[in-house]
């Protein structure tokens, strides 16, 4: 959570309760790891998000700590959980003397596959079944996660083409906002971007698809960003589907289309883009980033490059409630990851990086 988020609550609960006490008054209960991924500063540096940190927020004096001790995800599996705490604090190392480089380490051979398909077939299976709907619950406890939304997207189409059904597509409507109506875009350039937190201009579906929502769409039913669903019946103008998790848990839902449009224009576009589509995105695949705070059965982790973010690789590695159903394709990157050190004396151990900010963690020591 970022400090502007907490000075914006202090500031509206004193509005709220007529008081001049820190949060008008009121109890605030905050939770969370400062391993995990650290507030993103767009185009920011190391130093930035730290510096974003709560702990940074002059309320933070106020502030009586408590520490949880026992990893809950996965109680049975004491060696892995404390392998996890070196690997979130930033000392596990590459167990090489040739690989000076602290952020290296090494991944353990128990976790490794060899290519995309091996990774694939490990969390889903060779083929999927074209009646899984019916078995909704248990394919929403497996997932593969990756770095960016293009590469989540390239496993979900992989995934979503390998079960037998009919795709139903859903096109957007693109436009630009009215104070820029004066610029003239072709509208096929706006179907290709896909700004973040937009839907895609093309949307694909089948019956018994996971999909999750980018959108709050409806509080009190339940329909919040980033909750799973399963596809029950595709309509022209709404999406039906259950809910698969929390305490809507099998409700049916209705979702309609909605505008997407940017509060603060993208530095790098000369307009803002309006986007009028569902707020769904395929779910077999995620970014590191949106797993965070959830549990899966079975994870796969793809790394085609480095993680470039502080704790990307502690909540990649931390999803799984069995380190037994991990698995990991590591590509290989000259002198960058994979098995960096074959050439030199034939190690065919895979490294890869984890980048941890020491800023973050040492004001959690603190």
Known sequence: MSIHVINIIDLLL?????????????????????????PIVPRGICVSSADLSIKKSPLWIYAKRFSLSTNMRSANF?????????????TLRAESSRIT?????????????????ELTTEIYGAGLDPAYQ???????????????NDLAHFFNTKISNSFIGKNTIYYSIDNIAENHS??????????????????????????????????????QSGLLNGTRLVVTQLK??????????????????LIPRIIFQQNDQDPELPFKLVRRQFPVVLAFALTINKSQGQSFEKVGVYLP??????????????????????KIFVEEIEEKQGAILLTVNNDRSIYTKNIVFRQLIDIDEQ
Request: with cysteine; charged share 25%; hydrophobic share 40%.
């Open 236 to 253: 022209r103008r709404t999406i039906k589907a259950r809910i698969l998790t929390g305490t809507h848990k099998n409700t049916e839902a």
């Open 305 to 326: 490059t480095p993680v470039f973010q502080h704790g990307m690789m502690y909540v990649a590695l931390s999803r799984c409630k069995n380190p037994n159903n991990l």
């Open 14 to 38: 004193k509005d709220l309760m007529q008081s001049q006490e820190v949060f008008g008054g009121k109890l605030i209960i905050f939770g969370g790891d400062f391993r995990q991924i650290s």
């Open 101 to 117: 480089d602290p952020e290296y380490f090494r991944v353990p051979d128990q976790f490794l596959v060899n290519s995309v398909d």
């Open 182 to 219: 004066g610029l003239q875009f072709n509208v096929e350039c706006l179907h290709a971007m896909n700004p973040q937190g937009y839907p895609r201009h093309k949307l694909e579906l089948k019956v018994g698809s996971i999909i999750m929502l980018i959108r709050n769409v409806e509080l």
């Open 134 to 148: 019916d078995q909704a619950e248990e394919m929403a406890k497996k997932v593969i996660l990756t770095t960016t």
């Open 78 to 90: 004491a060696e892995y959980n404390e392998w996890l705490l070196k690997l979130g604090n930033g």
